[in-house]
């Protein structure tokens, strides 16, 4: 059985943190690339960071130093920490497991950055 389930959303302000966290299950967390996607209404989903089996890590230019992925092999989880987060960063947060082609995505998390 495929799941991806996220946690962690809410409304912040500019300037503050944030953590997101999604759980896989256990054959998508262990043969699958990881990462988070983030949309706002209107517009195209928007990569923003990735982790690999290994552990190494890419960020989407928008994020790089203040978003961190990282993952929990216990827990067969995933984090994203959004540090400075900024009005801009408002947006549906996705988790996402890409195997063999395909795409497994969770159901979205609100993050709202506003003053």
């Known amino acids: 059985q495929v799941y991806l389930a996220e946690s962690g959303g809410g409304m912040v302000q500019p300037g503050d943190s944030l953590s997101l966290s999604c759980k896989f299950s256990?054959?998508?967390?262990?043969?699958?690339?990881l990462g988070w996607f983030r949309q706002v209404p209107g517009k195209a989903r928007e990569w923003v960071a990735s982790?690999?089996?290994?552990?190494?890590?890419n960020y989407a230019a928008t994020t790089e130093g203040r978003f961190t992925i990282s993952r929990d092999n216990l827990q067969n989880a995933v984090s994203l920490q959004m540090n400075t987060l900024k009005p801009e960063d408002t947006a549906v947060y996705y988790c996402?497991?890409?195997?063999?082609?395909?795409?497994?995505w969770g159901n979205g998390t609100l993050v709202t950055v506003s003053s």
């Open positions: 256990a054959r998508l967390f262990s043969k699958a690339a």
């Open positions: 982790i690999a089996n290994g552990g190494s890590t």
């Open positions: 996402n497991a890409k195997q063999n082609g395909n795409h497994y």
